[in-house]
């Protein structure tokens, strides 16, 4: 499903070799052995990032499977000229009450995606920002009406297990987990 987010389109698709990766991850998951907390994030979250230990992590199978998601997902572009990756990932582990701060990856990637191995019933939501004024304010059409202007700057986005969600960097995002939650990659 391909859906426009202020014009960013964002697309959310089932990862194809799902349970796969989810069983070569079964186990790591859940061992605090790669996993801290980020200093400079405003975040509660257990991660992978930045430790020189999760290259050993079995990102192979996720990565190829991506990669098919990410090709679908730029046929919407018209992209014909040849492609080069550069991947970069981590897991992120989020428990009850854990949350992710706002941010973007703009600058670091042209590209990013979440991917949910497993969401347990009444997780949160990615909640999308557009952090500029909207036209139509600007246009003053408020101003025409008695009663108060719809507008929302923000869109949530249902978090589902075994779907790889993937977007353009310059849209800014939060998650929120209330419950036990894992996620692979930002």
Same mark, same amino acid.
């Given at each position: 499903?391909?859906?426009?987010?202020?014009?960013?389109? *964002?697309?959310?698709?089932?990862?194809?070799? &799902?349970?796969?990766?989810?069983?070569?991850?079964?186990?790591?998951?859940?061992?605090?052995?790669?996993?801290?907390? *980020?200093?400079?994030?405003?975040?509660?979250?257990?991660?992978?990032?930045?430790?020189?230990?999760?290259?050993?992590?079995?990102?192979?199978?996720?990565?190829?499977?991506?990669?098919?998601?990410?090709?679908?997902?730029?046929?919407?572009?018209?992209?014909?000229?040849?492609?080069?990756?550069?991947?970069?990932?981590?897991?992120?582990?989020?428990?009850?009450?854990?949350?992710?701060?706002?941010?973007?990856?703009?600058?670091?990637?042209?590209?990013?995606?979440?991917?949910?191995?497993?969401?347990?019933?009444?997780?949160?939501?990615?909640?999308?920002?557009?952090?500029?004024?909207?036209?139509? &304010?600007?246009?003053?059409?408020?101003?025409?009406?008695?009663?108060?202007?719809?507008?929302?700057?923000?869109?949530?986005?249902?978090?589902?297990? &075994? &779907?790889?969600?993937?977007?353009?960097?310059?849209?800014?995002?939060?998650?929120?987990?209330?419950?036990?939650?894992?996620?692979?990659?930002?």
């Amino acid at each position: 499903m391909l859906q426009n987010l202020y014009a960013i389109p *964002v697309y959310k698709t089932k990862l194809p070799e &799902h349970e796969k990766v989810q069983q070569e991850f079964k186990d790591i998951i859940n061992k605090d052995d790669y996993f801290e907390k *980020v200093s400079s994030w405003y975040s509660n979250v257990d991660t992978t990032f930045g430790n020189p230990e999760a290259t050993k992590l079995p990102f192979n199978t996720f990565i190829k499977s991506a990669i098919v998601v990410l090709n679908e997902y730029i046929k919407h572009f018209k992209v014909d000229a040849p492609i080069r990756y550069g991947v970069e990932c981590w897991l992120n582990r989020y428990k009850e009450n854990y949350h992710q701060e706002v941010h973007n990856h703009a600058g670091r990637s042209i590209f990013s995606c979440a991917y949910m191995m497993n969401t347990p019933k009444d997780s949160g939501n990615f909640v999308f920002y557009k952090n500029t004024y909207d036209n139509l &304010h600007a246009s003053g059409l408020p101003v025409l009406s008695s009663q108060p202007f719809a507008y929302n700057n923000k869109s949530e986005s249902a978090i589902d297990t &075994h &779907h790889l969600s993937l977007l353009n960097f310059n849209i800014t995002g939060s998650l929120i987990i209330p419950p036990l939650s894992s996620i692979i990659g930002q």
